[in-house]
């Protein structure tokens, strides 16, 4: 794995799967309890396939843009995400790039000594889209790729 571009390659083992198992994988991902969605690209839209996260409770919306190379075997991916004032920010800030993020919603509770303390409600870990995304591509026998630009 390259830390800074966040590329996986799958073991040496995998079966490489045609294009159109690839898609069907990811988009399998879709779920009622999943926080994200995975649909196809639009019209005018570079990606093929694009996962999108809101998260409005801690000001996060994550969008991973891929991108199915059939001929190289590999899906390029750009990650972007845009935190805004509700995460405790001046502004909305964005970012692009492979990055792991941790938000958390905490919550001052009274403790059972009667001291108050800061109890966390909610937690994401940006991981919990990427890597599902990730792993459906290299069981496919697919190289994940991050890049800077489609």
């Known amino acids: 794995m390259s830390k800074w571009t966040g590329t996986r390659v799958p073991g040496s083992h995998v079966t490489k799967k045609p294009a159109t198992a690839v898609r069907e994988a990811l988009l399998a991902l879709n779920h009622p309890d999943a926080l994200y969605t995975v649909r196809v690209g639009g019209d005018g839209e570079k990606p093929d396939l694009v996962a999108e996260c809101d998260l409005k409770r801690v000001g996060l919306r994550m969008k991973i843009s891929m991108r199915l ?42 403790g059972n000594d009667g001291r108050k303390r800061l109890d966390v409600v909610f937690r994401f870990d940006t991981r919990q889209v990427t890597t599902p995304l990730e792993v459906a591509v290299l069981r496919a026998g697919w190289r994940w790729r991050g890049v800077i630009k489609l």
Do not use: Q
């Open 69 to 110: 190379v059939p001929e190289k075997h590999e899906v390029r991916v750009v990650h972007e995400r845009w935190v805004s004032p509700a995460a405790g920010h001046a502004r909305v800030e964005y970012g692009r790039g492979h990055a792991r993020s941790v938000f958390t919603e905490k919550r001052t509770v009274l």
